[in-house]
């Protein structure tokens, strides 16, 4: 009875992780090269996976999506994203890197 036990737990498990990878390849937050504005984090994959956020520099996109774009003169950030995927006893992790891009200087207007 206890080798079957362990069978079906490892049967559960493998279904997890191909839960978790498979929402892990799926999603897409869009285009993280040239970000300007919020981003929508999900917090449930389409498999069913539990997502949960967190950024490497809060300053600039915090883990619920909220973009601060750097000031005239900053330059573009660059900021590391993770989604820690988890479905029963599997949790695995994945980094985005996402792009802040500063905010443009204004000329002045001109004269005629």
Avoid: C
């Amino acid at each position: 009875m206890a080798g079957y036990r362990r069978r079906m737990q490892l049967r559960e498990m493998s279904r997890d992780r191909q839960i978790v990878e498979k929402d892990m390849e799926t999603l897409y937050l869009g285009n993280l090269k040239t970000v300007e504005s919020d981003l929508t984090l999900p917090d449930k994959g389409a498999q069913g996976s539990n997502i949960r956020w967190s950024s490497g520099e809060e300053r600039f996109l915090t883990s619920s999506g909220k973009v601060t774009r750097p000031l005239p003169g900053m330059g573009n950030r660059e900021v590391t994203l993770t989604g820690t995927f988890s479905f029963g006893e599997i949790r695995e992790k994945k980094e985005y890197k996402d792009r802040n891009l500063h905010v443009a200087r204004r000329s002045p207007p001109y004269r005629v």
